[in-house]
């Protein structure tokens, strides 16, 4: 009786490894893709709050079209996004100043290729109309 209880806790040890072994993969593989991913995401949320910041200083200081696309193309270009000038759309509405950048940045997880899309957008409102 006792070789046979100690013949199956040697079993239970080694799925215990097994287990420990496969959740350390899949960690390492959370780790890996966050540190491919996380980054495009950081650096769309800080576009977007510089966009926001253009949007409102173009309404007030009366900036031009091109003023402001100049200044969002040098954020984007310190943040090392791959957007183009082109990519920057700039629109006067009704009740002010409305910036949007598309922009698509490619993610390769050695094992998986995919895109990430994004297209921040920011209004700046003109409180005289």
Same mark, same amino acid.
């Given at each position: !009786?006792?070789?046979?209880?100690?013949?199956?806790?040697?079993? /239970?040890?080694?799925?215990?490894?097994? #287990?420990?072994?496969?959740?350390?993969?899949? *960690?390492? @593989? $959370?780790?890996? +893709?966050?540190?491919?991913? @996380?980054?495009?995401? +950081? $650096? /769309?949320?800080?576009?977007?709050? #510089? !966009?926001?910041?253009?949007?409102?200083?173009?309404?007030?200081?009366?900036?031009? /079209?091109? &003023?402001? %696309?100049?200044?969002?193309? %040098?954020?984007? &270009?310190? =943040?090392?996004?791959?957007?183009?000038?082109?990519?920057? %759309? +700039?629109?006067?509405?009704?009740?002010?100043?409305?910036?949007? @950048?598309?922009?698509? +940045?490619?993610?390769? *997880? =050695?094992?998986? &290729?995919?895109?990430?899309?994004?297209?921040?957008?920011? /209004?700046?409102?003109?409180? !005289? #109309?």
């Amino acid at each position: !009786m006792n070789r046979q209880s100690y013949s199956s806790r040697s079993a /239970e040890r080694g799925a215990g490894k097994l #287990k420990a072994i496969i959740y350390f993969a899949i *960690l390492i @593989v $959370a780790v890996f +893709v966050a540190f491919k991913t @996380v980054p495009s995401y +950081v $650096a /769309e949320f800080q576009l977007k709050d #510089k !966009m926001s910041e253009q949007a409102r200083f173009a309404v007030v200081n009366r900036y031009t /079209e091109d &003023q402001i %696309k100049d200044n969002i193309y %040098k954020v984007i &270009q310190d =943040l090392d996004i791959p957007a183009k000038r082109d990519d920057i %759309k +700039v629109a006067n509405t009704n009740h002010g100043i409305e910036i949007s @950048v598309s922009y698509t +940045v490619p993610v390769d *997880l =050695l094992f998986y &290729q995919t895109d990430l899309n994004f297209t921040p957008t920011s /209004e700046g409102r003109d409180i !005289m #109309k």
